[in-house]
């Protein structure tokens, strides 16, 4: 499986350690940056580079992270197919996958621990999507997304 990984200027720490482990662990990690924790950086382009990246097929999965995992998970569910997840435990994140089908885990550097962010990430990517009646709340989700998305040249 293929990982791509964002950070606002708030998270490059904690987005570097939970990729390291994450490959350790024998994942491919691919690195949308930030990588240097300057002021320059916007959680919205970091996690639309993700949330593109995963739509056009180029990874699987997603983890970005921001001082709080809500600036950065906003901004990636503003693209259709996204259901990015933020969580700051292992319970959640565990159903996130299994009854939500979330394919991007975001997390707050300011208040997840670096150790304990590794124990959620180990706790998304191990965990399976049940479908059956998930996958119908799943997709009345997309048909959401549909009502609200415009084609452009549309009425
Ligand atoms: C940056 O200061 C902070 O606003 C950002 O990392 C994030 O927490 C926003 O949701």
Known sequence: MKIGFASDHAAVALKDSVKAHLAERGFECVDFGAYEPTEQDNYPERGLAVAEALVRGEIDKGVIVCGTGIGISLAANKVPGIRAAVCGDTYTARLSVEHNNANILAMGARVVAP????????????ARFEGGRHAVRVGMIADIEKKYSKVPGDA
């Not at 962010?117 to 180990?122: E, V």
């Open 115 to 126: 150790e304990y962010a590794n124990d959620i990430a180990d706790a998304f990517f191990d």
